[in-house]
């Protein structure tokens, strides 16, 4: 790869690296409600050691409804 093209993509690297953290913590202002209720219906309650046959990950997306992106880490996934 010529040192060109690297120096174009380093930036993006590093804007992705200071963003990605963002995207995995718990917003518990946001998702508080939906998860506690989530949680009582036992609905995010997954086996996440294989992520490739999680079994409960339909029904935990389901509850997390469009807030699943936003709410996913409080639950695990």
Known sequence: MAPGVLLLLLPVVVVMLLLAPCSWACNEAVCASLVSKCLLLKSCECDMTDRRNCTCC???????????????SCVGQ
């Open 58 to 72: 339909t029904d935990c997306h389901r509850c997390l409804e469009r807030l699943y992106t936003d709410c996913c």
